[in-house]
């Protein structure tokens, strides 16, 4: 295992020569929810998917996007809830808010809003269901043995992991036009 966080060596590992920095089959077992899709390809296709993904990120349109989506969450979301807290002296997680604000994100991917950043701050089972996977793939990498017996008998943090898969993709599955009202 190879752990940097200098930006030279970042883009050297993922621009430069790539080839020579193999994840390897125990990354793939680890991170099988990914499949083939960029996170854990190998070089052919991640650098593929790579060229297309830069190509479309290039695009002013998506560029566009990317700031009329971002900029309207800031001040749909964002401002009120931090005038809220001001005006009130409420307490509030920041780590949690900036967390909502991967709204962007899902309404880029997915083309639609969870309105989870809001005044209300309304509990959303996705929400929950993503810190469990994310638990689980770290536990994956500091017990590397238990978890595939944890998977076999379907318990503690891969039962948290499939139950979270299992909402994810139900999260992603449903048309949100049929969904319960989503606005705060």
Not at 52 to 66: D, G, H, S, T, W
Not at 84 to 100: C, K
Not at 149 to 172: D, F, I, M, P, S
């Amino acid at each position: 295992m190879m752990i940097t966080s200098d930006p030279a060596n970042v883009h050297y590992i993922l621009t430069k020569n790539f080839p020579n920095f193999s994840k390897g089959p125990e990354f793939k077992e680890i991170f099988d929810i990914f499949g083939d899709g960029i996170f854990g390809a190998e070089y052919e296709s991640w650098e593929s998917q790579r060229k297309a993904i830069k190509a479309l990120m290039m695009q002013p349109r998506f560029q566009e996007l990317v700031v009329t989506t971002s900029w309207n969450k800031v001040e749909t979301g964002l401002i009120p809830i931090m005038e809220l807290v001001s005006e009130t002296g409420m307490e509030v997680d920041v780590q949690e808010l900036f967390q909502r604000f991967a709204d962007c994100s899902c309404i880029l991917v997915l083309g639609h809003d969870p309105v989870s950043l809001c005044m209300e701050l309304p509990h959303l089972p996705h929400e929950k269901a993503f810190a469990d996977i994310e638990e689980a793939l770290q536990y994956r990498h500091i017990l590397p043995h238990i978890w595939k017996l944890q998977r076999w008998l379907q318990v503690g943090k891969e039962r948290k992991l499939k139950e979270g898969l299992k909402q994810q993709n139900h999260t992603v599955a449903t048309d949100p036009a049929g969904r319960e009202d989503l606005t705060c």
